[in-house]
């Protein structure tokens, strides 16, 4: 599942990947909650933290998320990937450039950093 994450500034779009992720993750929380954003502020800053408590995603989920990424491509201002998955921390540094904006991955433990970093 996605979940929304609560305590972060409203323009930036926090949420944990839990579980199984599914497409109708991505259709009722994270692209209302993009949608939003970029209705408000024109940009978009993502938090996603992506624990060890992440079993899968399912073929339907890889083509959402592949699909908000590109349907608001030039709209991605900062990303930032809370991970202690390393093989997802080195696929964040490998595509990174691919993105308009930055997008940068941060251990578990510098979650305050992520935040910070994000707020920039």
Do not use: Q
Not at 84 to 93: K, L, P
Not at 105 to 110: I, R, W
């Amino acid at each position: 599942m996605i979940e929304m994450l609560e305590g972060f500034p409203d323009n930036i779009v926090a949420v944990a990947y839990r579980g199984e992720i599914s497409a109708e993750d991505y259709e009722k929380v994270l692209v209302p909650a993009v949608e939003k954003c970029l209705k408000e502020y024109g940009k978009i800053r993502l938090y996603a933290e992506i624990g060890s408590d992440l079993k899968g995603i399912d073929a339907g989920a890889a083509f959402e998320d592949f699909s908000v990424g590109m349907k608001n491509y030039v709209h991605w201002e900062r990303v930032a990937v809370v991970t202690d998955h390393d093989w997802i921390a080195n696929a964040v540094r490998f595509f990174s450039f691919m993105m308009p904006g930055a997008m940068k991955p941060f251990a578990p433990s510098d979650k305050a950093a992520a935040t910070e970093w994000l707020e920039a």
